[in-house]
Nanobody, 115 residues
Framework: QVQLVESGGGLVQPGGSLRLSCVAS????????MSWYRQAPGKERELVAS????????NYAESVKGRFSISRDNTKNTVYLQMNSLKPDDTGVYYC????????WGQGTQVTVSS
């Protein structure tokens, strides 16, 4: 069983920055591709960013390109999402996802962008 715990969410003003972290346990972390999803109020869950097992390839939703950056540290079993130039539309619950034949979800962490 993959266990995922997100942290780093909170309240931030527009234009501010936030870094999310997700720590995995119970698995060999380096064998899993990782992603971040988010769900905004009244909207469907959407893919924000993904990263391959070794971190060599990354993909982003069009709405966050140039502002967000996904990275991973396999020695710490951790994946990160650095979020810069935050907008109110970035508000939502952010979920960490592990992928290897099947998918596992974390519990989510709330991000609120408001003035």
């Amino acid at each position: 069983q993959v266990q995922l715990v997100e942290s780093g969410g909170g309240l931030v003003q527009p234009g501010g920055s936030l870094r999310l972290s997700c720590v995995a346990s119970g698995v060999t972390f380096s064998r899993y591709a990782m992603s971040w999803y988010r769900q905004a109020p009244g909207k469907e869950r959407e893919l924000v960013a993904s990263i391959t097992t070794g971190g060599g390839s990354r993909n982003y939703a069009e709405s966050v390109k140039g502002r967000f950056s996904i990275s991973r540290d396999n020695t710490k079993n951790t994946v990160y999402l650095q979020m810069n130039s935050l907008k109110p539309d970035d508000t939502g619950v952010y979920y960490c996802v592990a992928m290897r034949g099947s998918i596992s979800w974390g519990q989510g962490t709330q991000v609120t962008v408001s003035s």
